[in-house]
């Protein structure tokens, strides 16, 4: 089941828990730095893979093009169920003009081995051209 408005599923029950989820810096540039980290635990064999949605003022939830950095850093980590993920990518090369000082959303859902969908958390970052 999808939950409204965004493009995540719905939690499992008893599904991994996610906390502290964050985007530094705290704002988004054309190709700028972004140092993307959470916290997990309660992941059954680990965690397999992450869902990490953008959604810029005005537009609809699509895949961030920094969910595959995120997704190597859950690759590169062992089965623990406890943990945390650090990764560093880069925003989208070009922003439209209209963007300059909007609100884009980011939200974040994991899905361990074992296949249980977590709960989703909400980063927002302002858009500076």
Known sequence: ???????????????PVISHFTIEPPIATPGGPAR?????????????????????SGSSWRRSV???????????????????VEASGRHQGTYAREQHGTTTL???????????KSNTLTAALEVRL
């Open 1 to 15: 089941m999808l939950v409204a408005g965004s493009g995540t599923v719905s939690p499992s029950p008893e599904g």
């Open 36 to 56: 993307i980290r959470f916290e997990f635990r309660g992941a059954q064999g680990g965690l397999r893979s992450a869902t990490l949605l953008a959604k810029p």
């Open 66 to 84: 920094l969910e595959e950095v995120v997704n190597r850093a859950i690759g590169g980590l062992g089965p623990s169920a406890d943990g945390a």
């Open 106 to 116: 980011y939200e974040l859902q994991v899905i361990d081995k074992a296949g249980r």
